[in-house]
């Protein structure tokens, strides 16, 4: 059971940032646009040039791939409101159920994967 704040309704913890290096920043921005993310261009001081959405009640960051270093496995998971508008737009790999709901496993740009879901609330 997963534990809710008293002072809130709410989880008692709660994911409020997620930054993802990208190979490819443009194409990144792109494809999770395609998701429903709105970013805004940023730079903090001398750092670099990045994206940011505060989208799903979080900041969710696109920063440049640090020379060197590759992109990790991370696998996100977003359920969406408009699922079966997004699938044309991306390449999907595999679509199946569980428990029901019909999930689409997608590739971003770095080759991450991506669980899609329709959001029904």
Do not use: W
Not at 80 to 103: A, K, Q, Y
């Amino acid at each position: 059971m997963i534990e809710t704040s008293p002072e809130r309704d709410r989880p008692a913890l709660q994911l409020n940032l997620l930054v993802l290096r990208c190979q490819a920043l443009e194409v990144s921005r792109r494809f999770y646009e395609r998701l429903g993310f709105r970013f805004v261009k940023e730079q903090h001081g001398d750092g670099p040039i990045h994206y940011a959405s505060q989208e799903a009640g979080m900041v969710f960051e696109l920063y440049p791939l640090l020379e060197g270093d590759v992109a990790d496995h991370t696998r996100l998971g977003f359920s969406v409101p408009n699922l079966e508008e997004i699938v044309p737009h991306i390449e999907t790999m595999t679509r199946h159920s569980i428990l029901g709901e019909v999930v689409h496993i997608a590739r971003d740009p770095d080759g991450r994967k991506v669980e899609l879901i329709e959001r029904t609330t």
